[in-house]
T-cell receptor, first 114, second 116 residues
Framework: NAGVMQNPRHLVRRRGQEARLRCSPMKGHSHVYWYRQLPEEGLKFMVYLQKENIIDESGMPKERFSAEFPKEGPSILRIQQVVRGDSAAYFC????????????FGPGTRLTVL | AQTVTQSQPEMSVQEAETVTLSCTYDTSENNYYLFWYKQPPSRQMILVIRQEAYKQQNATENRFSVNFQKAAKSFSLKISDSQLGDTAMYFCAFARRETSGSRLTFGEGTQLTVNP
């Protein structure tokens, strides 16, 4: 039973480019969460999605950041016009319907902005 | 809003000994969950243990156990018979109990080093 998959594991972008991070939840899981971890800090919540719906995006910056979880395919976290301050590790977690309290994490995507 | 505080940025312990990591939280909620996650050098976030606030019995998972004091809003993690592989950053986390899911609020972490 595969765990939460994230790709790419490492992503390097120059300032002003776009970054797309992908997350495939565990089989049977319909809830996806995105968190950001800045260097030497804890994880901070960004957005919570269910299939085709954004449930809570209160942790996501209003500009340049967007997220989706389509009916088919992985969840995507998109960062437009990246800046150096976006350099961080981005973690995706998923949880199953009916047991939505425990979240299982993917390995993370480390974004570096040059 | 919920807050989670881990007051020990770093701790160390000798192999085979016992260590306790502290966590306090602040919330006005009555129904919630508490978690400990570990993040080894690989950076993978691994669930260690969870506790439902409505259960008085402390959770246990093999060498890991918690001391949950609801009135004091305290949730400490005890690691018995420490092993070198326990070296990691440990995060305490809080989630409201919701039927449709809820975000995790994390503390800043405690870096645990197990010495041979």
């Amino acid at each position: 039973n595969a765990g939460v998959m994230q790709n790419p594991r490492h992503l390097v972008r120059r300032r002003g480019q776009e970054a797309r991070l992908r997350c495939s939840p565990m089989k049977g899981h319909s809830h996806v969460y995105w968190y950001r971890q800045l260097p030497e800090e804890g994880l901070k919540f960004m957005v919570y999605l269910q299939k085709e719906n954004i449930i809570d995006e209160s942790g996501m910056p209003k500009e340049r950041f967007s997220a989706e979880f389509p009916k088919e395919g992985p969840s995507i976290l998109r960062i437009q016009q990246v800046v150096r301050g976006d350099s961080a590790a981005y973690f995706c977690a998923s949880s199953p319907w009916g047991d939505s309290d425990t979240q299982y994490f993917g390995p993370g995507t480390r974004l570096t902005v040059l | 809003a919920q807050t989670v505080t881990q007051s020990q940025p770093e701790m160390s312990v000798q192999e085979a000994e016992t260590v306790t990591l502290s966590c306090t939280y602040d919330t006005s909620e009555n129904n919630y969950y508490l978690f400990w996650y570990k993040q080894p050098p690989s950076r993978q976030m691994i669930l260690v243990i969870r506790q439902e606030a409505y259960k008085q019995q402390n959770a246990t998972e093999n060498r890991f156990s918690v001391n949950f004091q609801k009135a004091a809003k305290s949730f400490s993690l005890k690691i018995s018979d420490s092993q070198l592989g326990d070296t990691a950053m440990y995060f305490c986390a809080f989630a409201r109990r919701e039927t449709s899911g809820s975000r995790l609020t994390f503390g800043e972490g405690t870096q645990l080093t197990v010495n041979p």
